[in-house]
T-cell receptor, first 117, second 113 residues
């Protein structure tokens, strides 16, 4: 595709429910990233995929958060038993090779705004 | 731990220059980035600089890097109302898996006509 796409663009859910957020990276990009942006805050790194494997899950805030990636393409971020503090914009990015140390531009999607009531 | 600091707000008049400052902490960061976020939109990469450079110019944008002080700045010449947005500074520490970026909280630039 032309860019990174995410769905849904907005999600309102009740506390305790599970949600799934989807990211379609740019075709051919092997690296995929999930970030969270709380209101008035910078982006917080959650997880990184190189191909289908996730070598770095250190940013996931709790075991309620999980992510998977299939076919070196689509990724889903799942939040179980959502809490109000999970309310944020969840941003996905992809890059060509995910080379350590930078120099591999990350392209961001428009994000999913999650509101937990 | 890593932390990227930015001032939160900057207000300028149309036609003036804007300077947004950032300090970072990880000297292993080989690339430093500036992203722009407009309301309701994702992040758009504006420019980046490699750590062995002091300056990079791209049309109205000038990036200055002081590696000794771990200070990065973004200068926007002839600022326009369309430049109003949140600007994020980000670093990519070498010891991070992949190229996961560490972002500042963003500087909201407000341009008045």
């Amino acid at each position: 595709g032309a860019g990174v796409s995410q769905s849904p663009s907005n999600k309102v859910t009740e506390k305790g429910k599970d949600v799934e957020l989807r990211c379609d990276p740019i075709s051919g990009h092997t690296a995929l990233y999930w970030y969270r942006q709380r209101l008035g805050q910078g982006l917080e790194f959650l997880i990184y995929f190189q191909g289908n494997s996730a070598p770095d899950k250190s940013g996931l805030p709790s075991d309620r958060f999980s992510a998977e990636r299939t076919g070196e393409s689509v990724s889903t971020l799942t939040i179980q038993r959502t809490q109000q503090e999970d309310s944020a914009v969840y941003l996905c990015a992809s890059s060509l090779v995910g080379r350590a140390g930078g120099g591999d531009t990350q392209y961001f999607g428009p994000g999913t705004r999650l509101t937990v009531l | 731990g890593e932390d990227v600091e930015q001032s939160l707000f900057l207000s300028v008049r149309e036609g003036d220059s804007s300077v947004i400052n950032c300090t970072y902490t990880d000297s292993s960061s080989t690339y430093l980035y500036w992203y722009k976020q407009e309301p309701g939109a994702g992040l758009q990469l504006l420019t980046y600089i490699f750590s062995n450079m002091d300056m990079k110019q791209d049309q109205r944008l000038t990036v200055l890097l002081n590696k000794k002080d771990k200070h990065l700045s973004l200068r926007i010449a002839d600022t326009q109302t369309g430049d109003s947005a949140i600007y994020f500074c980000a670093e990519s520490p070498y010891n991070q898996a992949g190229t996961a970026l560490i972002f500042g909280k963003g500087t909201t630039l407000s341009v008045s006509s």
